[in-house]
């Protein structure tokens, strides 16, 4: 009898799977295991083990190449691989990666959650890799198309900003005046071709940086950290400027963008200091 039971389970099983590829085809069947496949890998990766799970993922795609979510976890575990290695199979492994999310970008289609996941992973790798001019085109994507809300254009163009002002900030230190006072003093950086370079660099920087940081505050004209950065920016300008009336006028217009800054942080900060006393329970 029980031989007969698992005879019947397999003609049964058999039935399904022929009715199956009657009905829908072989395709059917192809999505069907690669999102069995998909989910064995997801579990996998979330116990830690990432080679396991991208051995599945791998296995996934080769049933269902067109599946967006699988290139996307498929990418995260390039991401784990690329990170750990060295020498020239790093490289590799985050080219292999910055395909794999390039891939997935072009089958996600209307979904946004798993579009902003593509470019953000794209963008990282570009920046581990140290190409920045790549690095600042796909983070800019994010704040493009309807899934772009103001929230994720304020923040995309501030962190566009930020990168711009470190870029400006690692040339004029180099110059600094160990024994100035004055933290903002003028850098001498007119001396030579190496110099007038670095300088033009810290300049053109600083001119982008408050480009992008005027439209992260054009969409939140409160985003405290973007008004901060505002700040610094003009301190990058007054540094590569030896006027005393133009540095002057920078120094003016660094010290009103902080000192609302600091307002508006403190105000918050005493409404949420108030929100909480107000939470607790009365005794």
Not at 15 to 31: P, Q, R
Request: with cysteine.
């Amino acid at each position: 009898m029980r031989v007969f039971r698992q005879f019947v389970t397999a003609i049964g099983v058999t039935f399904v799977i022929a009715l199956a590829m009657l009905s829908s085809g072989c395709n059917y069947i192809s999505k069907v295991v690669a999102k069995d496949k998909l989910n064995q890998g997801a579990i996998l990766y979330n116990q830690g083990r990432f080679k396991e799970a991208q051995q599945f993922f791998r296995d996934a795609l080769s049933w269902d190449d067109t599946n967006p979510v699988g290139n996307l976890f498929l990418g995260a575990t390039l991401v784990k691989d690329y990170k750990a290695a060295t020498g020239p199979d790093k490289e590799k492994l985050a080219n292999e990666a910055l395909q794999t999310y390039k891939r997935a970008l072009d089958l996600v289609g209307s979904n946004c959650k798993n579009r902003d996941n593509a470019i953000s992973y794209i963008a990282s790798i570009y920046q581990d890799l140290d190409k920045m001019d790549q690095w600042r085109e796909w983070i800019l994507k994010r704040a493009e198309g309807e899934c772009a809300s103001k929230d994720i254009q304020a923040t995309t163009n501030y962190t566009v900003a930020v990168n711009y002002w470190d870029c400006s900030f690692q040339q004029t230190k180099r110059y600094a005046d160990k024994v100035a006072k004055d933290p903002f003093h003028y850098r001498n950086m007119d001396y030579s071709p190496e110099a007038l370079a670095d300088k033009q660099k810290a300049e053109s920087c600083a001119a982008k940086g408050l480009e992008y940081v005027e439209k992260a505050l054009a969409m939140d004209p409160e985003y405290v950290d973007a008004m901060f950065y505002k700040s610094l920016l003009y301190r990058q300008q007054q540094m590569l400027i030896k006027d005393e009336a133009k540095r002057k006028e920078l120094d003016e217009k660094a010290k009103k963008i902080s000192d609302q800054a600091s307002a508006l942080q403190q105000k918050r900060e005493a409404a949420a200091k108030q929100k909480e006393e107000q939470s607790k329970p009365q005794g």
